[in-house]
């Protein structure tokens, strides 16, 4: 049995035997029918330069429906700072720049991004702001990350994405609540005991009773929440009790989680 998929068209075929395994015999007498079903379903074309030319228009076409349809992303990254110190980390050579944006700041941001969408006109979605760090989470940005909520609802944008380690969530939970953000994804790399020791504290006191907890309020409190596991030679064994640890807690059949796997890379 073949099966025959065609990315450009997303024509997908079964066939008993690999009919394209031979062109002459494709093009025998006696194969008409199967070539013009062949050519129809385009498998098949009458030159090269018919199939560059297919290829040159469905490119055209999702460049056009991306400059009208794709909604500008805006990351805003509020401190390179984190409260956690996990030994994969690639940015522990960007926690030096200390400090964080604040209130103060805001209004030139904002006006940034209006000046950016002013060069996209042709952008029909509403723009996307993102929250991204080190943490930007951090208990200490609990009135920041309201601000920024509150300007991006005031202006009919939307309150994006979150990259977030989770210890903290909590105290931002009623922010989200008001002010919804499309999605806060957070990292569990195993149960408890391997967990803790990946993703710790300066001071390696463990995180995972406060991530897991603060999954389960924001749950909840009706915010979708994304759970990611960092995967390597060390704690991919785990991936069994992390499945019943998802399990227990109901994550596997909420609408409202979203379960995926990342690989750790080395860096130098």
């Known amino acids: 049995m073949t099966v025959l998929y065609n990315t450009i068209t997303s024509s997908i075929d079964v066939f008993d035997a690999d009919v394209l395994s031979e062109e002459d015999t494709l093009r025998a007498p006696g194969n008409e029918e199967l070539l013009a079903y062949l050519t129809d379903r385009g498998y098949v074309y009458s030159s090269e330069q018919d199939e560059r030319d297919l290829i040159h228009q469905l490119y055209t076409g999702y460049n056009q429906f991306k400059r009208e349809h794709r909604p500008l992303i ?13 030994d994969y980390c690639f940015q522990n050579s960007a926690k030096a720049l200390d400090g964080s944006i604040d209130t103060s700041h805001l209004p ?8 950016i969408c002013e060069r996209f006109p042709d952008t029909r979605s509403r723009p996307v702001v993102a929250l991204f760090g080190g943490e930007p989470l951090l208990r200490q940005h609990v009135g920041l990350v309201e601000e920024i909520f509150r300007e991006v609802a005031e202006r009919g ?16 939970l009623p922010t989200f609540e008001r002010y919804r953000p499309s999605g806060i ?12 020791q990946r993703r710790h504290t300066a001071s390696y006191a463990g995180t995972f009773s406060s991530i897991v907890e603060n999954v389960n309020s924001a749950i909840e409190a009706g915010i979708k929440m994304g759970i990611r596991t960092n995967l390597d030679d060390r704690n991919i064994h785990c ?10 807690h109901g994550w596997i059949d909420s609408q409202s989680v979203e379960l995926s796997l990342a690989p750790v890379h080395e860096r130098a």
């Open 74 to 86: 805006f990351y805003i990254v509020l401190t390179y700072r984190c409260d956690l110190a996990c």
């Open 239 to 248: 991936l069994p009790e992390l499945v019943d640890l998802a399990e227990r």
């Open 185 to 196: 994804q957070v990292t569990i790399d195993g149960p408890e005991e391997v967990h803790n």
């Open 157 to 172: 944008w939307v309150n994006g994405p979150i990259i977030s380690n989770g210890v903290s969530l909590d105290a931002h």
């Open 108 to 115: 030139a941001l904002f006006n940034a991004m209006d000046e």
